[in-house]
């Protein structure tokens, strides 16, 4: 069975990447392209967007006009957008694989709310390797406890919007977990100044925004005498894209319910 598969943000960067990993997984087509009401793509051949050839699936303007053409719904856009799409495809009991990242705690109390009426998949990240990592930095900070600071570096190309990225922030919240606390209270943003001396049980993130970097992630275990990192580093978006292919298809046979990138690798 082929899952057919409609991309929100289809014009974005991961939307471009969404439509080739799509076109090129043999168990799923591309159904649908969803952009903004007032793009120039409106009417163009989601294919030919995609470099992939002509498809014969035209870009629309309005998730409406292609709710009754997919499976399933994969949405990298923004915050504001994949609210406004999950409204709709629970109106409609369409399964959605969301990769959109930045949302409020007030955002993302709605988003999960839909999880009782339709397949809900949300991941910071899609990568095979980074969910591995998530396990990882679970073993890690178990076996390394509290005798070890804990640090969380990111880099991310120029035009990203949020920070620390969703990923880093995920990775946050697996280390506070593992070590028994509650990042909302751990968690340093930068430091500037006479900060004084590090306390203990801080979770530090610090932020690179530049260039063309696809997405580096790197978490320091760092004691007196020794240090652990564990490295991730990204060098094409297929590697997120092919990612949430995998994951819509996987998200088509699930019952209503929320699910991660670690229930789709077995990893859990
Ligand atoms: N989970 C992961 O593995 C992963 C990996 C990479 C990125 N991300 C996240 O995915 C999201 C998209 O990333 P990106 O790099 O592709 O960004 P991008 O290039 O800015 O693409 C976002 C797309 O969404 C569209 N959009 C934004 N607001 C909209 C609205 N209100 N209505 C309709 N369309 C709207 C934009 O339209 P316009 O072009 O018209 O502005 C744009 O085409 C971000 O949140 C990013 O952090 C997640």
Redesign the pocket.
Known sequence: MTTRIAI?????????VLIEATHKNSDASLAGA??????TLINVDAGEFGGVGKLNVKIVGDIAQAINQFDVLID??????TL?NIKICAAHNKPIV?????FSDLEKAELLSYQNKIPLLL?????TG?NLCFKLLDIAARVLGDEYDVEVYEAH?R????SP???AMRMGEVLANALDRDLKQVAVYGREGQIGPRPRDTIGFATVRGGDVV?DHTIMFLADGERVEITHKASS?LA?AN??VRAAIWLQQQKSGLFDMQDVLGLK
């Not at 929100?8 to 471009?16: E, L, N, P, T, Y």
């Not at 969803?34 to 793009?39: E, G, N, Y």
């Open positions: 929100a943000g289809a014009a974005g960067r991961m939307g471009k969803i952009v903004r009401p007032t793009s990298f856009s923004s915050p504001e957008a406004s969301i990769g959109t990242t930045g991941s910071a990240n899609f990568s980074v190309h035009h990203k919007v949020d990225s969703g990923t997405g978006r997120f990612g949430a």
